[in-house]
């Protein structure tokens, strides 16, 4: 059976990682809606291969070359829905691209994900991870997403709390690849008030009156907040944090305290989060470099590709960071991005 989409074979993904991995896929696909995403996966299906759905691919280190079918999500969307007083719900295509939904929404004067802006990646990764930054996450302002379902081939919609999200997760990680995201629907607010307790954004708007901010004030405040800390992956290869925060005991988080004062982590009523980064720093990680890939000097979390790097240079340096601090601390760390190719 003839397929309708233009299916392209052996594609290079250099430019559509953020790692800048010069992995290459068997068979590739761009696809702008719902039908598209279905004749795509019926053609792989036909194939016996194996689908990626790739969005900014800002969350993924590929280990070689990907041997099955790339799609690469393309919905474009953006318009409004529910306008109630100050509230109103924000539509997005799955392949919108995150930062300027974020920096349109605050434009206009709508709250609840300017904390998110800079974030790399598309509306329909999101969901995915439950990004976050700055004291928000996604989970706070999503109302729903539309996703076809694998499993039935049908299209179904995800409220929030089907979503079950949490730190850095939700269902679509704990059953990948069954959900194919095309739709997020954000519910946003005129009044709602701004998290600025971030210790970062705190400092930031240190002496300024708060109470004349705007959602684009506080989007460009996180804005310059990361730039001081983060590189931009567009001039240095990066997924961005590559350790999820590690969520420990409140009972561990009292022993490393009083071993290590100086600890830098987020104690709540019966857990704690550790900062991966001051963990990872303390294992003197901060600024190395072993030619094409390395630990940016200014913020532990961040894995760079220097000079053409591999995927598997990648993994076996995030190997080593894992080894010494669990050897020093006892805690394991946890990658943020997800592992696809063969070497």
């Not at 901010?213 to 990066?238: C, E, F, I, W």
């Not at 009523?269 to 890939?293: E, M, P, T």
Request: charged share 20%; proline share 5%; with cysteine.
């Amino acid at each position: 059976m003839r397929c309708p989409v233009k299916i392209r074979e052996n594609v290079f993904l250099g430019d559509m990682n953020s790692l800048g991995i010069g992995a290459r896929a068997q068979y590739f696909v761009s696809v702008s809606s719902l039908e598209e995403v279905q004749q795509a996966l019926h053609w792989a299906s036909e194939k016996s291969l194996e689908p990626l759905i790739l969005g900014g691919g800002s969350n993924i280190v590929f280990a070689g070359n990907y041997p099955g079918l790339v799609i690469r999500m393309a919905i474009a969307r953006r318009c409004w829905e529910h306008i109630e007083g100050d509230e109103a719900t924000l539509v997005l295509g799955a392949g919108e691209n995150w930062h300027d939904v974020v920096m349109y929404a605050a434009s206009v004067g709508y709250r609840g994900i300017e904390n998110l802006a800079l974030i790399p990646g598309t509306v329909g990764a999101a969901p995915v991870q439950n990004i976050g930054a700055y004291g928000t996450e996604l989970r706070d302002t999503l109302l729903e997403v539309n996703a076809l379902d694998r499993h039935t081939g049908h299209e179904v919609v995800l409220t929030n709390s089907l979503c079950h999200f949490s730190y850095r997760d939700s269902v679509f990680k704990h059953e990948p690849g069954r959900y194919v995201i095309t739709t997020v629907r954000l519910r946003l607010s005129r009044s709602r008030p701004f998290s600025l307790d971030y210790r970062d954004l705190a400092d930031y708007f240190d002496g300024r009156d708060t109470r004349n901010l705007t959602p684009l004030d506080v989007a460009n405040g996180v804005m310059a907040v990361r730039r001081r800390k983060l590189p931009d992956p567009a001039q240095l290869p990066n997924a961005g944090s590559f350790f999820k925060n590690p969520v420990v005991p409140l009972a561990t988080w009292h022993a490393l305290k009083q071993s290590y004062p100086d600890i830098a982590g987020y104690p709540g009523d019966d857990s704690a989060k550790v900062a991966a980064a001051w963990l990872i720093d303390q294992c003197g990680w901060k600024g190395y470099r072993n030619g094409r890939v390395g630990v940016h000097n200014r913020q532990a979390l961040v894995l760079v590709n220097h000079s053409g790097g591999s995927g598997q240079d990648i993994l076996a340096l995030a190997d080593r960071i894992r080894s010494d601090v669990e050897a020093r601390f006892g805690i394991a760390l946890e990658m943020e991005p997800g592992v696809v190719g063969s070497p």
